[in-house]
């Protein structure tokens, strides 16, 4: 089936290229002070019907723009600039900015798939930029967006990562890498890590959306969008080739941590590639020393002449397993033909190590560690996404864009008890096939966004275990159905925003989405005696939202926004078997309905002068029909046997209603002598309707920074905190979590509140070097953000070198 899809799509999108064939003239811009290219202008005619950003390396495509046209220069940092196509030719395409005393306006979010300017758009967005990605070296894609310090990040292990947004994680938040959806058939609703597939080295900027984006992206986009945009191919703007290599070292002392990093950009006028690769190897990581001493592997399990044993751990501070290496690729290929048409394609490759779940590892039974072994197998990740957009008005659009890809996941869980001599493979590959075509249109001052999506996906489960004495290997009940499993949608969406005056902007849409499933067991090699040999489930759903921005003054905004978003079962929701805690096992269950986010957000946002700016932001969200496990019978009994352990039988079922609120707050301000001072509270808190707690609040956090910007010098000493979740207010899933919780007076699991201090700084050595260092958690404390598995980072020295030339 999926073959069959992939040639059908591949024929109509080759048909589509050869049809929209039409060169351009590219601009330079780059920083007056430090030559470096400025990413994120936007440049905009004076109706500003017509409007173009820079990439990453402060390119520009001129294409649209008349030769007396005034084109607007606007970027958050720098001066606002007017010049006409003319006047840039006599300059060379080249021009240079400086920086204004604010950061005023920030112009370019994905908010509907096409660049939009921030201040006609209603959601909450924070954009991370190259620059900051670059000064706060991120090990993984996970930390990158931990960057923002508006998005709590959960770790089960070294190789994890777990976004929390608004009170919604896993598969109520969306992931999106250059227009194509990662989340697949089998995100689960428990703590996920594939973002670390991700490249931080070649992401050129990331946009988070909060609050429901199901309009333009979606199932899934309940409590936001993380959408990732990595680098492109940079053309010639000259008949002279154009080429440009970056290279990066680092090292990491907490774990040891060495990463390598290369990219080559080759370019001519109307062709050019992108090849880039990443390796990084992490050893075992090193908590702090000071504080929650119950936090410390005091021992392990090690394989000593061919017996489990449990040894005294040296360096109790140090995790023991959690170490891990990743290899990443990419390659892009990039086509202009003509001034109205763009081709790119580009090829990602992920693969980790085994990634050892620390979590399960400190797990105990009868005062004892429970398992020898538990790793997650190599994460593998590939994806192919051909991109094309077109430039051409007519009766139907202005500008067109699709994207047709295919993704292939694999994951693995590898498991065996303390002295048990089984050891247990699951397997999971997903092969994901997908087609988005966007459209928008001008219609005076007012623009029509529309679009459709189309994706299926193939699921192969596969399990076995293997006694690791003797070598046998013997079948055993794999995770999902083992017979056919197969996932689509289809849905189409229209949005309408409208400019009323200067004063007022309205966006409205509206989007249906219908989702079919089906599974099949082969009930010859089940393990339990299911009632049934497939299930399935053809459902739809309907949202919309509408979104007002007033801005009074040049210096003050309003947005108030109404939206919704959904979650239609996947695989996982529906067909999954597998342990979920001690002593409970979660049975299928096809009786299941999309869940709803019914959400209401309001910001306030104010420039206090020319040095200043504060934003505040509340939401309020209502979910209804929410997919939660419940105690439920199989065969008409509570319980059954798994893994030889008697079970509480639980089933997904549509629900709770569930009710979550909250703040943040953001506030910077330029002071003299180069200095800048920022700071940010995200306050959430959420419960279902019978005033139980749910899993994925995070705790109050934040962050408060003193940063010196004075090229080549930039410094900054930060501090981030995290509140205190009692343990009344932990999820009743996490109050029997023993393992991973700092213990109360009553020997009751809760999580504490933490602070650390962190210092970075960069170095422009010359045009060619740039160097980083900095010590993270400095006073050595140690912590575990709320819901880990896994103590965070003790004190840690880094040291990079990056060069560009």
Same mark, same amino acid.
């Given at each position: 089936?999926?073959?069959?899809?992939?040639?059908?799509?591949?024929?109509?999108?080759?048909? =589509?290229?050869?049809?929209?064939?039409?060169?351009?003239?590219?601009?330079?811009?780059?920083?007056?002070?430090?030559?470096?290219?400025?990413?994120?202008?936007?440049?905009?005619?004076?109706?500003?019907?017509?409007?173009?950003?820079?990439?990453?390396?402060?390119?520009?495509?001129?294409?649209?723009?008349?030769?007396?046209?005034?084109?607007?220069?606007?970027?958050?940092?720098?001066?606002?600039?007017?010049?006409?196509?003319?006047?840039?030719?006599?300059?060379?395409?080249?021009?240079?900015?400086?920086?204004?005393?604010?950061?005023?306006?920030?112009?370019?979010?994905?908010?509907?798939?096409?660049?939009?300017?921030?201040?006609?758009?209603?959601?909450?967005?924070?954009?991370?930029?190259?620059?900051?990605?670059?000064?706060?070296?991120?090990?993984?894609?996970?930390?990158?967006?931990?960057?923002?310090?508006?998005?709590?990040?959960?770790?089960?292990?070294?190789?994890?990562?777990?976004?929390?947004?608004?009170?919604?994680?896993?598969?109520?938040?969306?992931?999106?890498?250059?227009?194509? @959806?990662?989340?697949?058939?089998?995100?689960?609703?428990?703590?996920?890590?594939?973002?670390?597939?991700?490249?931080?080295?070649?992401?050129?900027?990331?946009?988070?959306?909060?609050?429901?984006?199901?309009?333009?992206?979606?199932?899934?986009?309940?409590?936001?969008?993380?959408?990732?945009?990595?680098?492109?191919?940079?053309?010639?703007?000259?008949?002279?080739?154009?080429?440009?290599?970056?290279?990066?070292?680092?090292?990491?002392?907490?774990?040891?941590?060495?990463?390598?990093?290369?990219?080559?950009?080759?370019? @001519?006028?109307?062709?050019?590639?992108?090849?880039?690769?990443?390796?990084?190897?992490?050893?075992?990581?090193?908590?702090?020393?000071?504080?929650?001493?119950?936090?410390?592997?005091?021992?392990?399990?090690?394989?000593?002449?061919?017996?489990?044993?449990?040894?005294?751990?040296?360096?109790?501070?140090?995790?023991?397993?959690?170490?891990?290496?990743?290899?990443?690729?990419?390659?892009?290929?990039?086509?202009?033909?003509?001034?109205?048409?763009?081709?790119?394609?580009?090829?990602?490759?992920?693969?980790?190590?085994?990634?050892?779940?620390?979590?399960?590892?400190?797990?105990?039974?009868?005062?004892?560690?429970?398992?020898?072994?538990?790793?997650?197998?190599?994460?593998?990740?590939?994806?192919?996404?051909?991109?094309?957009?077109?430039?051409?008005?007519?009766?139907?659009?202005?500008?067109?864009?699709?994207?047709?890809?295919?993704?292939?996941?694999?994951?693995?869980?590898?498991?065996?008890?303390?002295?048990?001599?089984?050891?247990?493979?699951?397997?999971?590959?997903?092969?994901?096939?997908?087609?988005?075509?966007?459209?928008?249109?001008?219609?005076?001052?007012?623009?029509?966004?529309?679009?459709?999506?189309?994706?299926?996906?193939?699921?192969?489960?596969?399990?076995?275990?293997?006694?690791?004495?003797?070598?046998?290997?013997?079948?055993?009940?794999?995770?999902?159905?083992?017979?056919?499993?197969?996932?689509?949608?289809?849905?189409?969406?229209?949005?309408?925003?409208?400019?009323?005056?200067?004063?007022?902007?309205?966006?409205?849409?509206?989007?249906?989405?219908?989702?079919?499933?089906?599974?099949?067991?082969?009930?010859?090699?089940?393990?339990?005696?299911?009632?049934?040999?497939?299930?399935?489930?053809?459902?739809?759903?309907?949202?919309?939202?509408?979104?007002?921005?007033?801005?009074?003054?040049?210096?003050?905004?309003?947005?108030?926004?109404?939206?919704?978003?959904?979650?239609?079962?996947?695989?996982?929701?529906?067909?999954?078997?597998?342990?979920?805690?001690?002593?409970?096992?979660? =049975?299928?269950?096809?009786?299941?309905?999309?869940?709803?986010?019914?959400?209401?957000?309001?910001?306030?946002?104010?420039?206090?002068?020319?040095?200043?700016?504060?934003?505040?932001?509340?939401?309020?969200?209502?979910?209804?029909?929410?997919?939660? @496990?419940?105690?439920?019978?199989?065969?008409?009994?509570?319980?059954?046997?798994?893994?030889?352990?008697?079970?509480?039988?639980?089933?997904?079922?549509?629900?709770?209603?569930?009710?979550?609120?909250?703040?943040?707050?953001?506030?910077?301000?330029?002071?003299?002598?180069? =200095?800048?001072?920022?700071?940010?509270?995200?306050?959430?808190?959420?419960?279902?309707?019978?005033?139980?707690?749910?899993?994925?609040?995070?705790?109050?956090?934040?962050?408060?920074?003193?940063?010196?910007?004075?090229?080549?010098?930039?410094?900054?000493?930060?501090?981030?905190?995290?509140?205190?979740?009692?343990?009344?207010?932990?999820?009743?899933?996490?109050?029997?979590?023993?393992?991973?919780?700092?213990?109360?007076?009553?020997?009751?699991?809760?999580?504490?509140?933490?602070?650390?201090?962190?210092?970075?700084?960069?170095?422009?050595?010359?045009?060619?070097?740039?160097?980083?260092?900095?010590?993270?958690?400095?006073?050595?404390?140690?912590?575990?953000?709320?819901?880990?598995?896994?103590?965070?980072?003790?004190?840690?020295?880094?040291?990079?070198?990056?060069?560009?030339?």
């Amino acid at each position: 089936m999926a073959s069959v899809l992939f040639k059908q799509c591949s024929v109509l999108i080759v048909l =589509m290229a050869f049809s929209m064939l039409g060169f351009s003239q590219e601009l330079k811009i780059y920083d007056a002070e430090t030559l470096e290219p400025i990413g994120n202008v936007a440049l905009y005619g004076k109706d500003k019907r017509h409007s173009v950003i820079s990439d990453q390396n402060g390119i520009a495509d001129l294409k649209g723009f008349e030769g007396r046209d005034s084109i607007y220069f606007q970027h958050p940092t720098y001066r606002p600039v007017i010049r006409t196509k003319a006047q840039l030719k006599e300059l060379g395409y080249s021009i240079a900015l400086k920086k204004r005393v604010i950061q005023l306006k920030e112009f370019v979010v994905s908010a509907y798939r096409w660049e939009q300017n921030k201040e006609e758009v209603p959601n909450k967005i924070t954009t991370i930029s190259k620059q900051q990605i670059d000064f706060q070296n991120p090990q993984t894609a996970a930390d990158l967006l931990g960057t923002s310090d508006e998005i709590f990040i959960q770790k089960s292990q070294l190789g994890g990562g777990s976004p929390m947004i608004r009170g919604f994680a896993t598969n109520s938040v969306l992931l999106v890498v250059d227009g194509v @959806r990662m989340n697949n058939c089998i995100y689960r609703s428990g703590n996920l890590h594939n973002v670390i597939s991700l490249d931080p080295h070649t992401i050129e900027n990331s946009e988070v959306i909060f609050g429901p984006g199901s309009v333009t992206y979606g199932s899934d986009a309940l409590g936001g969008v993380m959408d990732f945009h990595t680098k492109s191919v940079q053309l010639s703007t000259s008949d002279q080739e154009h080429q440009n290599w970056n290279v990066l070292t680092r090292y990491s002392s907490a774990n040891n941590e060495m990463t390598g990093h290369v990219d080559f950009n080759y370019g @001519r006028r109307k062709w050019g590639f992108l090849t880039s690769l990443s390796y990084s190897s992490y050893d075992d990581l090193e908590m702090g020393s000071h504080d929650h001493p119950g936090y410390r592997r005091m021992e392990y399990v090690k394989r000593i002449d061919g017996r489990d044993s449990i040894v005294d751990n040296e360096n109790p501070d140090k995790q023991i397993p959690s170490g891990y290496d990743q290899f990443n690729f990419m390659q892009k290929f990039r086509y202009r033909p003509g001034s109205n048409f763009n081709l790119s394609y580009g090829f990602h490759l992920s693969s980790t190590s085994n990634i050892p779940r620390y979590d399960r590892l400190i797990q105990r039974s009868n005062g004892q560690l429970k398992n020898a072994e538990w790793y997650y197998g190599p994460q593998k990740w590939m994806m192919h996404a051909l991109n094309g957009k077109l430039n051409q008005s007519g009766s139907l659009f202005n500008n067109m864009q699709f994207t047709f890809a295919f993704q292939n996941y694999e994951e693995s869980r590898h498991d065996r008890g303390y002295k048990e001599e089984w050891l247990r493979h699951r397997t999971e590959n997903v092969q994901a096939l997908s087609l988005n075509i966007d459209f928008d249109k001008e219609m005076g001052n007012d623009l029509l966004y529309y679009g459709l999506e189309y994706a299926y996906n193939h699921l192969n489960s596969t399990a076995f275990k293997e006694h690791i004495v003797s070598g046998e290997e013997l079948p055993t009940q794999t995770r999902y159905p083992n017979g056919d499993n197969d996932y689509s949608t289809f849905a189409g969406y229209i949005s309408y925003k409208k400019n009323i005056g200067e004063q007022f902007t309205t966006i409205t849409g509206i989007r249906y989405s219908h989702f079919d499933i089906y599974s099949t067991l082969d009930t010859s090699a089940a393990y339990y005696n299911f009632p049934f040999s497939k299930m399935s489930l053809s459902t739809g759903a309907l949202n919309g939202s509408v979104g007002l921005v007033y801005r009074p003054q040049e210096d003050w905004q309003i947005n108030l926004n109404g939206s919704s978003g959904f979650h239609a079962p996947n695989i996982d929701d529906m067909a999954k078997v597998f342990d979920s805690e001690p002593e409970s096992v979660v =049975m299928p269950n096809e009786n299941l309905e999309p869940e709803y986010a019914y959400n209401i957000d309001w910001a306030v946002k104010k420039h206090l002068g020319q040095r200043s700016l504060i934003e505040l932001t509340g939401f309020y969200t209502w979910l209804q029909d929410a997919l939660v @496990r419940r105690e439920a019978t199989f065969n008409g009994k509570d319980s059954i046997m798994y893994d030889g352990v008697l079970s509480q039988v639980h089933k997904m079922v549509n629900a709770d209603k569930a009710y979550i609120h909250g703040l943040s707050l953001d506030f910077n301000i330029l002071l003299p002598f180069n =200095m800048q001072f920022s700071s940010n509270l995200t306050y959430t808190r959420g419960e279902d309707d019978e005033g139980v707690a749910l899993r994925h609040i995070a705790p109050t956090f934040g962050q408060v920074s003193m940063k010196y910007d004075n090229k080549p010098l930039v410094l900054s000493v930060y501090s981030r905190f995290n509140g205190k979740i009692s343990n009344e207010r932990l999820a009743p899933s996490e109050q029997t979590k023993h393992h991973m919780y700092a213990l109360n007076e009553r020997g009751q699991p809760y999580s504490p509140a933490w602070w650390t201090l962190n210092f970075k700084g960069s170095y422009r050595v010359n045009q060619y070097l740039t160097l980083n260092a900095g010590v993270e958690n400095v006073l050595d404390v140690r912590y575990r953000p709320y819901s880990s598995g896994i103590a965070a980072t003790g004190r840690n020295f880094m040291v990079a070198l990056r060069a560009h030339f």
